[in-house]
């Protein structure tokens, strides 16, 4: 394997791997290091959930752009990713939830969003059976909806491949070499250097640590989540349903049949942990069965545990740095999978050209971090 690249990206997930697979678009050749398999960290920990329904500018062109990509991935990658256009259900339990739901709908229909507010008739309508009690009205977009996060992986992996760049499995970066404040490549485990002009830390939770190797602090920090799957069950409903109360979840039933949620803890978790817990699992139960309780019947066969890399606004970081050739994708606060695609086209547009596609401060590295993502 040659030890110079135009660029090495650390970090095997789907934003490094969607990186990597636009730069070599690009006509770049490209070194993506993954230290353990490609998804480890968390794409392949995610739901496989894909929305537009963001509270600001800039997220929803974002996500406009990768839903573009995951409606024609099929044909990119000449295989099915299981995308489904099932959309996406935000329930309001109280007057405030809705006003802010209609306050965020206006800026989202002005950019295009094809989102509309439901009584709670009409909720009851798409998620026959859910419990109303309390429910106030939602805001629904049937455009948003869900993908296979392993074989969209896949597909960024084969493209890179053929366009004659490399992932690297199973290999750790222990270093990122600079000088006068340039990055020149990265040191691994076994000794090696690879020489590189531009450096991606797409690292996922582990993106502060990789930051430090090239002296950038982010102000990212990972923070711990469980999710569950069920086995098969007949067709309930099509969308992904979000209960934003402080002990909601959210969920949906994949084109399988099969049931797939979590929730957010209160207070949250902060940490890189996998492990599982029983406590989740009767929680989400309860949750779950709360708001349909039909599915008190569900058989859950799996569940684990993943990590966020979170941001104190809860928006990404996604820019260069003070290091010349030293850029960051990280941050996601949990919404790196369906972010993913575009980032990578967008990404590999600011390193090889150097201009930004639009308005691009909400995802500067020296923001003030001051505003909040609603929708989170």
């Not at 794409?43 to 974002?62: N, V």
């Not at 008739?121 to 419990?131: Q, T, Y």
């Not at 711990?224 to 069950?233: K, M, N, P």
């Not at 308005?359 to 590295?365: G, M």
Request: charge should be negative.
């Amino acid at each position: 394997m040659s030890s110079k690249f135009d660029a090495v990206i650390i970090g095997g997930g789907i934003i490094g791997l969607s990186i990597g697979y636009h730069l070599t678009r690009k006509g770049n050749t490209v070194l993506v290091i993954e230290k353990k398999y490609t998804g480890s960290g968390s794409t392949g920990r995610c739901i496989g959930g894909i929305r537009m329904q963001f509270s600001t500018e800039a997220a929803i062109r974002l996500m406009q752009e990768s839903m573009s990509h995951f409606m024609k991935m099929e044909e990119d990658f000449d295989f099915s990713v299981e995308f489904l256009a099932s959309g996406y259900l935000f329930l309001a339990h109280s007057e405030e939830k809705l006003k802010a739901f209609r306050e965020v709908m206006k800026n989202q229909k002005e950019l295009g969003l094809n989102v509309r507010e439901l009584s709670p008739d009409e909720c009851l309508e798409l998620v026959p059976g859910m419990n109303s009690d309390g429910l106030k009205g939602g805001i629904y977009s049937p455009e948003d909806g869900q993908a296979y996060p392993f074989k969209v992986l896949r597909g960024y992996i084969n493209g890179i491949r053929k366009g004659g760049s490399v992932v690297r499995i199973f290999t750790e970066v222990t270093g990122i070499k600079t000088s006068e404040g340039t990055v020149s490549g990265v040191e691994l485990e076994n000794g090696e250097f690879i020489e590189a002009p531009v450096v991606v830390n797409a690292a996922g939770p582990w993106g502060a640590e990789v930051g430090r190797m090239a002296g950038v602090e982010l102000p990212i920090f990972p923070e711990e989540h469980e999710a569950l799957i069920s086995d098969r069950y007949d067709h309930l409903f099509d969308p992904m349903v979000v209960d934003y109360r402080p002990d909601g979840c959210y969920f949906q039933q994949m084109a399988t049949g099969q049931i797939i949620g979590c929730y957010t803890p209160v207070p949250n978790k902060p940490g890189k942990q996998t492990s599982s817990s029983s406590e989740f699992l009767l929680e989400m139960s309860k949750r779950t069965s709360r708001l349909i309780p039909k599915l008190k019947d569900l058989n859950v066969i799996r569940h684990w545990g993943g990590s966020y890399s979170m941001t104190p606004d809860g928006s990404p970081i996604i820019d260069k740095t003070p290091v010349k050739g030293f850029f960051v994708a990280v941050g996601m606060s949990g919404h790196g999978f369906m972010f993913g695609p575009a980032i990578g086209k967008y990404l590999a547009q600011i390193i090889t050209d150097g201009t930004y596609p639009f308005e691009w401060d909400e995802f500067k590295i020296d923001r003030e971090f001051s505003r909040h993502e609603i929708m989170k």
